[in-house]
């Protein structure tokens, strides 16, 4: 589906234009076929569109999945986060994001970084401060979107975030995630698990 970004200063023109804009895009070539591969009905399409307010000179983007992905025997957060001006999931090829998993078990939680950016110079993308209060937000929506849900079923919710000049973590957006481990990294399928 489409987004579209107007000025500050928008006149209710530019603000209705916008909203047909993206409302209309439920239709547009791509998400008409993409339903059609995933044999969705197309009559039964409802669309939404979220209206949010956009934040200049942003010091850093990310995506977070409130998951390990890699390991279901170790609950926790994967973040991504790149500097400003290059998102995270439409980055140019050869470029890294800054990765991390921030456990959430044993408590109080610690950070693991597994990547560094290719665009930050050798600097932090997130501070480990942030990464926590991240975590933090990070559990509270998944706890709001999957209610009495456990960390173990795959199911998660997909984070967008952005950091503000004055260093503030903003959510963006979430939206439900399913995680599928491989074999092994399932709960209970750690040979060394004991379980």
Do not use: C, K
């Not at 950016?117 to 932090?124: L, N």
Request: no cysteine; glycine share 8%; charged share 20%.
């Amino acid at each position: 589906y489409s987004s579209t970004a107007i000025p500050a200063s928008f006149t209710d023109a530019q603000l209705a234009d916008a909203l047909r804009d993206v409302w209309s895009s439920v239709w547009n070539y791509q998400a008409f076929e993409e339903r059609a591969y995933y044999r969705i009905a197309q009559e039964r399409v409802a669309m939404a569109v979220l209206v949010q307010e956009s934040v200049d000179g942003a010091a850093a983007t990310g995506v977070a999945i409130t998951g390990n992905p890699f390991d279901a025997n170790r609950p926790g957060h994967f973040i991504n986060a790149q500097v400003r001006d290059e998102g995270v999931t439409s980055a140019s090829t050869g470029e890294i994001p800054e990765q991390a998993l921030y456990y959430t078990y044993p408590p109080p939680g610690f950070v693991e970084r597994l990547s560094s950016s290719s665009r930050a110079a050798g600097r932090q993308v997130l501070s480990d401060a942030e990464v926590r209060s991240l975590a933090g937000a990070l559990t509270r929506i998944h706890d709001a979107f999957i209610p009495g849900g456990n960390w173990l079923d795959g199911r998660a919710m997909d984070v967008e975030f952005l950091v503000t000049p004055t260093r503030e973590v903003v959510i963006v957006q979430a939206r439900p995630y399913r995680i599928t481990w491989d074999a092994g990294r399932r709960y209970g399928e750690d040979p060394e698990s004991g379980y």
